[in-house]
């Protein structure tokens, strides 16, 4: 398995700013993912981060809003820019360890915007 | 993209009770895995079973990949067994793209 620290833990920000969202790994991973959690549903995936090149962002979610960087296989960021209060939400990092399938989730970050 | 479907999407339990949650894919998928949300946020990886049946403990899941559905068991349900339960899996061959379903939310009352 693998200890996935995400930071912070929660925060309540005001509309228009941006929040930096870090993971950091206890091992060297291939894969790390983000993933949105609006209340009371499911995950979606925002973006693979891709170590040292641009993340892979999925239908519905752009670089402008949700930039990622990914400098080295242990350690990733996600800014949310530019927020509104529909960008309330948790945001996830997971990681898959080694192809091996299986997917290790930080322990989020609840955001609230107002 | 692959639709994951749970059922059902609420339960509520007496502690002590049994229990079966179903996830239902819309076509074939690879890596299926369990998962179990807490209270506080937090998801911890129950099972990773593609296919077969698994045992940890109280839990138990069965994947029937040919048929596409998989089966998580709860035998003698206890308060900190309250959360919600997710399954998700992929079917992208070459590229993982994980398809989370949409979520048992389980009670699980003294």
């Known amino acids: 398995s693998a200890v996935i620290s995400q930071k912070p833990s929660r925060d309540i920000c005001q509309r228009g700013t941006s929040l930096t969202i870090q993971c950091q790994v206890d091992s060297q991973v291939t894969m790390m993912f983000w993933y949105r959690q609006q209340p009371g549903q499911s995950l979606t995936l925002i973006a693979t981060a891709n170590q040292g090149s641009e993340a892979t962002y999925e239908s519905g979610f752009v670089i402008d809003k949700f930039p990622i960087s990914r400098p080295n296989l242990t350690f990733s960021t996600l800014t949310v820019s530019n927020m509104s209060p529909e960008d309330s939400s948790i945001y996830l990092c997971?990681?898959?360890?080694?192809?091996?399938?299986?997917?290790?989730f930080g322990a989020g970050t609840r955001l609230s915007v107002l | 993209g692959i639709q994951v479907e749970q059922s059902p999407p609420d339960l509520i339990l007496q502690e002590g009770a049994n229990s079966t949650l179903r996830c239902n894919f819309s076509d074939s998928v690879n890596n299926l895995q369990w998962f179990h949300q807490n209270p506080w946020g937090q998801l911890i990886n129950l099972f990773y079973?593609?296919?077969g049946t698994k045992q940890n403990g109280r839990l138990s899941a069965t994947t029937v990949a040919t048929e596409r559905y998989s089966l998580l068991y709860i035998s003698s349900s206890q308060t900190t067994d309250s959360g919600v339960y997710f399954c998700?899996?992929?079917?992208?061959?070459?590229?993982?793209?994980?398809?989370f379903g949409t979520g048992t939310k389980l009670q699980v009352i003294p």
């Open positions: 997971s990681v898959e360890m080694q192809g091996s399938g299986i997917q290790y």
């Open positions: 079973i593609p296919s």
């Open positions: 998700a899996g992929d079917n992208s061959g070459g590229y993982q793209k994980v398809t």
